[in-house]
């Protein structure tokens, strides 16, 4: 890339079921504004803001960006929207990084959210069209059979899901802002909660979450901001249709060609041992596996032993969802940012109580719609 | 193929979403349910009415919230001569911008001053709530503007 990008600011919101105290323009203002006190600026400072969220249907409010403008200080400034489903809040992440690396920009505020107190995601992702059989599926009910596929495959047995669960909730107890903090979590907790989609449990899956994330993003020559800047070192996107013959959706090229664009940009050849610790979308427990797979951290048929041995825990040697990732806070168009936000914060040092000491090279992860919609950043806190 | 025979089915789309209004618009909402009408200062001491969170021009923070009305100077206007169903009226009306006393922004509501030749740009308006047993915080709370000392 032409110009250096890093990340000078980040901001969250405490997500919530419902965060009924805010307005979904005050939901995004409390993401960015604390964004742009990490990075010591104010409105007047960015040049151009790039927001994102899941589809419009979710809160029943269309082009949302267009009211929200003046809200995010973009009054007299470019603004727009990007769209890919739950991917959406890391390819906005990389939108806004590329109107920086292409010289156009030298500060940009890129803010994403969801509301789902204000709707519902199962309603609006299951609508039932004429002339075809209503499956009320809801995305779980999508990833499910792929996830038995996977489990056939690779011979994985029931119980990684729920050390996934497990795993992901008791990180999500060192950050404050996770949505979900159960204490008591363990694995016979896990495997008594209600069966949703076989083999999915109840707490093998996500929350439904108001929230937003916001980041600041800078040329090289624009660094501010109280910690160091978090490097982007390398960034990409692929997608793929939902259905096409010969698809794998349970290891879709897609995710595989997007990590190996994102590692060639990164000088990656080797992820378990060159990236410190990743965030990864992990909407569902078992897509860990799936993903440590699609991703390259290990053979095929072996990301369940990666999780099994402990190696993707907070302890382990390649720390996964350090926030308590997915399946502890899902504010639907901000969770691919908060993947992308946990890895800059990892890198800059700034993680508190979700820290690992140490980390100087991170990948955040996002994916969407039917397993299609990929993205994906490596950040480092040395310049690329 | 006769159109006929081509299949065709309908598709009813319809969820009750919901919204939540946050601290400022609430409490505007919440004034009008008690009949009063509030602004908020923005950031160079303007008064917006209806009041939002961030000042629209530079995204800052609003400030406190402020009593404005009950009257104000109609901006402009267009006569509704034949309202609708859902209009707010049942007799013909103007939707008009009023800025209300005190405010640096007008709104958009309804004046019932009964005629088009009773109503000019500049004319001083008086809010007419619906009574208070009504009232629900929400817009409709006012039932329309009129013109200051019922001239109509």
Partial sequence: MAERCAVIGVGQTHHKSKRNDVSIAGLVREAAKMALADADLTWTDIDAVVIGKAPDMFEGNMMPELYLAPALGAVGKPMFRVHTAGSVGGSTALVAAHLISSGIHKRVLTVAYEKQSDSDAMWALSVPQPFAAPLLAGAGGYFAPHIRAYMRRSGAPEYIGRMVAVKDRRNAMRNPYAHLHIADIDMKMVEESMMLWDPLRYLEACPSSDGAAAMVLSAEDAVSGHFPPAWVHGMAMRSEPTMFAGRDQVNPRAGRDCSADVYAQAGITDPRRQIDVAEVYVPFSWYEPMWLENLGFCDLGDGWKLTESGATAFDGDIPWNTSGGVLSSNPIGASGMLRFLEVAMQVRGQAGEHQIEGARVALGQAYGGGSQFFSMWVVGSDKP | ?152
Wanted: charged share 20%; net charge negative.
């Fill in chain 2, 1 to 152: 193929m006769p159109d006929s025979e081509a299949l065709h089915a309908s598709h009813r789309l319809e969820y009750p979403y919901s919204r939540s209004v946050g601290p400022v618009i609430g409490a505007f909402l919440t004034g009008l349910r008690d009949g009063r009408l509030l602004g908020v200062k923005g950031s160079n001491g303007s008064v917006i009415v209806p009041p939002t969170e961030y000042d629209p021009t530079t995204g800052d923070d609003t400030g406190d919230m402020v009593d404005v009305g009950p009257g104000g100077v109609v901006e402009s206007w267009a006569w509704v001569s034949h309202p609708l169903p859902k209009h707010p009226l049942t007799t013909p009306f103007a939707w008009a911008l009023v800025r209300l006393d005190g405010a640096d922004t007008a709104l958009l509501h309804a004046v019932d001053s009964g005629g088009p030749d009773e109503l000019a740009t500049g004319d001083r308006v008086t809010v007419r709530f619906r009574p208070a047993a009504e009232r629900i915080g929400a817009m409709a709370d006012i039932e329309a503007f009129v013109p200051e000392g019922g001239a109509a």
